[in-house]
């Protein structure tokens, strides 16, 4: 792999390319590395009605899919959002996991996970009664984004 950094005083905003013959796993990670690194400046809007709210990604528990639209769960509260459930996972940090079809939690606020072989497996989040459920298909994705999570610490 090649790094080249350049210094240029006419840009307005940092900006980074990664150029590569073909997807593969290095660079998918060196993406999401990129994409986590940043993400503490990302804003996202979320409303209540006609209210608009700035909250934290480390605030968020899961988005959902529901039939109004996109909804994103703090231990407490739930807002919409205008973007698509697909558009949220290229744009949130690489914690962000999609665990199911139509939920997309966020892996550092998991208590619990509650493995059922058969069906979906239950996630639990501290301080709320609010969950969610991990389908079979996506059960080792979320496995291993913690696993990862684990050893990077």
């Known amino acids: 792999m090649i790094i080249r950094l350049e210094v240029d005083e006419n840009l ?3 900006e980074v390319v990664i150029r590569t013959k073909e997807m593969n796993e ?3 990670h060196l993406q999401q590395m990129l994409a986590g690194a ?3 400046k990302k ?3 979320f409303y209540k009605g006609e209210t608009e ?3 934290s990604l480390e605030d968020i528990l899961f988005l ?3 039939g109004s639209g996109v909804c994103a769960h703090t231990t407490e509260e739930v807002y919409q959002t205008k973007y698509k459930l697909y558009e949220l996972e290229e744009l949130l940090p690489s914690y962000f996991v999609r665990v199911s079809k139509s939920t997309i939690l966020n892996s550092r606020r998991i208590f619990s996970i509650t493995r059922n072989l058969t069906a979906a497996s239950e996630v639990s989040f501290s301080g709320t009664y609010k969950k969610v459920y991990v389908s079979r298909n996506y059960y ?3 496995m291993n984004k913690l696993e990862e999570e684990r050893t990077q610490r």
Request: net charge negative; aromatic share 20%; glycine share 4%.
């Open 12 to 14: 307005t905003e940092t």
């Open 26 to 28: 290095e660079v998918f």
């Open 38 to 40: 940043n993400a503490g």
């Open 43 to 45: 804003q996202f809007v």
């Open 53 to 55: 709210y700035y909250i």
């Open 64 to 66: 959902e899919t529901t």
């Open 140 to 142: 080792k994705v979320l």
